[in-house]
């Protein structure tokens, strides 16, 4: 009886809980189909049921932002509920040695309702 | 007799792709941090110059939980708090206070991140030193200007949750 209780319990935190997943933690990059521009791809998914943008940077050791493309307009990108994205990240060949960092941040709709939220950013880094 | 032999072919022939079939399964473990929001927190209101999720101010404390596949790969850095994301129209300061802490830890040794983490300004650090999930609560008050009263409307903050790769 206890057992079916907790499991029911914890079944229900489960479906409850959301959670945000950017891999893999060391990326490197490669070689892409343009000369001079570098590529590797990022592979998030979105199991946060209040958030469906995810904005998409480029950070240098010092956190300042570097230009690349592949992550859409104005680097945020439509990550529907349960949905699993690859997103490719292209970046000029010069900037290689530059970059340590890709990050994904969750993106909060103006207007929300809850008092206190939650946004999630997860960092992976180029060695 | 040849329209048997002839249906006992077929019939072989359709029965042993399927028997023949595998279905492979595959997977790979690989280092990555996990972000889940357990509680987004609610602003309690105990006194009118005052917003708290504390619960004894009747507000609810958000939850955050990391969970890490492999040790040492990641740290977590949380910030409270220090304005509001929406907030009807406030012409005084507001005093902003945050602490974030260890909640519940899937291995005992974790509690020992509250000892050893970095707190600056409104952010607190921790290593993620050990493989599993630990729980985070990020506790927030906001005070408005000296006793007096924030103006009626919704109030809405931010708290950021970052799981950086060392």
Not at chain 1, 37 to 56: C, D, G, K, W
Not at chain 1, 64 to 90: E, H
Not at chain 2, 132 to 160: I, L, M, R
Request: overall charge negative; glycine content about 6%; proline content about 5%.
């Amino acid at each position: 009886m206890h057992r079916t209780l907790i499991f029911t319990m914890l079944l229900g935190l489960s479906g409850y809980a959301s959670s945000h997943q950017f891999t893999p933690t060391y990326p490197e990059w490669e070689s892409s189909y343009s000369p001079g521009i570098v590529q590797t791809t990022m592979l998030l998914f979105n199991s946060r049921e209040e958030i469906s943008y995810y904005e998409i940077k480029v950070f240098d050791e010092e956190w300042n932002s570097l230009p690349f493309a592949g992550a859409g307009i104005a680097n945020v990108m439509y990550v529907p509920y349960l949905d699993r994205k690859f997103i490719p990240i292209y970046l000029r060949e010069k900037d290689v040695g530059l970059a340590r960092y890709i990050c994904s941040r969750s993106k909060i709709l103006a207007g929300g309702v809850q008092a206190s939220q939650v946004s999630s950013r997860i960092c992976s880094k180029l060695k | 007799m040849f329209n048997k032999t002839l249906l006992a072919l077929s019939a072989a022939m359709i029965v042993i792709p399927a028997s023949a079939e595998n279905v492979p399964i595959s997977g790979n473990v690989e280092s990555k941090c996990v972000i889940t929001t357990e509680t987004n927190g609610v602003y309690g209101n105990p006194t009118p110059s005052k917003l708290s999720t504390l619960p004894a101010d009747g507000g609810v404390v958000p939850i955050i939980r990391f969970d890490v596949v492999s040790a040492n790969y990641y740290k977590a850095v949380i910030a409270t708090p220090n304005d509001f994301s929406a907030s009807p129209s406030l012409n005084d300061v507001v005093a902003w206070t945050g602490t974030t802490s260890v909640g519940e830890v899937s291995d005992a040794l974790m509690s020992a991140y509250d000892t050893d983490k970095v707190v600056y300004n409104n952010y607190s650090e921790f290593d993620l030193t050990i493989a599993g999930s630990t729980w985070f609560k990020a506790e927030s008050t906001a005070v408005y200007g000296y006793d007096k009263s924030f103006p009626s409307g919704n109030y809405n903050a931010v708290v950021e949750a970052e799981c950086i790769a060392l």
